[in-house]
């Protein structure tokens, strides 16, 4: 007999989740300082972190197109900001990493452009796509250069800060190719992201990062090198 598929986890049981934890004291400073149209909870991020794990690790998905349609209905039906923070923690969980791929750029891109802020964009970033690109190699690395090489502000973002947390295992030719096609771009988050994407692997190849700012010296923005120069050693 088949097993019967995994039911999908309402709005409302997330709600019920996090209500225990919400700070209404909170609530109105978080959704400010977010620049959030959704209300909050006030419900801080390893709590959500913590909600996700206590939902679904028990009894996690065992296919992207499941896993995708669960996260799809948590994400699009939020009312407060802290269910996308629960939605994308659903991606991060260890047993659904394996099903990271290049298949789920689709989600990924929509979760990008429908979060189109840093709180969201730099957590899916940093260890969701930095997942599918570890599962994936060759496939997401198109993914990325296509994102990188858009007009949408918050794909280039995603594209240079999916690489922060590798540390020496950073595809610096990949980082190289984003860096260059957001390098002319005013926007801070742009300017904020190159420094926060050379910073990252600075530590391990001091001497990559230093030909870089020679090598856009005259193009990088003052941010962006200051960022940098924080991860290079003293000398």
């Not at 998905?61 to 499941?66: G, R, V």
């Not at 692997?201 to 001091?206: I, L, M, T, Y």
Request: proline fraction near 5%; charged fraction near 25%; aromatic fraction near 8%.
């Amino acid at each position: 007999m088949a097993a019967t598929p995994r039911r999908l986890t309402t709005n409302a049981t997330v709600v019920a989740a996090l209500t225990p934890h919400a700070r209404p004291d909170k609530a109105e400073g978080m959704r400010a300082y977010l620049k959030s149209t959704m209300p909050c909870l006030g419900v801080q991020v390893p709590v959500a972190r913590a909600v996700a794990k206590a939902l679904f690790s028990t009894t996690p998905f065992t296919t992207f197109p499941l896993l995708e349609r669960q996260v799809r209905a948590l994400w699009d039906g939020a009312t407060y900001r802290e269910e996308r923070f629960v939605a994308l923690n659903v991606l991060r969980l260890k047993p659904h990493q394996s099903l990271l791929t290049a298949k789920a750029a689709p989600l990924l891109e929509h979760l990008i452009r429908t979060g189109a802020w840093w709180d969201l964009v730099d957590e899916l970033s940093a260890h969701v796509v930095a997942t599918a690109l570890e599962n994936d190699r060759v496939a997401m690395t198109k993914v990325i250069k296509r994102w990188a090489r858009s007009d949408e502000l918050w794909l280039k973002r995603a594209a240079l800060v999916c690489q922060v947390v590798r540390g020496d295992e950073t595809d610096l030719e990949l980082l190289a190719f984003v860096i260059e096609h957001a390098v002319d771009g005013k926007d801070f988050f742009l300017r904020k992201g190159i420094g926060w994407a050379m910073r990252s692997v600075a530590r391990h190849h001091p001497d990559v990062v230093r030909g870089w700012l020679k090598r856009w010296s005259t193009r990088l923005s003052p941010l962006s090198v200051r960022e940098a120069l924080k991860g290079l050693p003293k000398t």
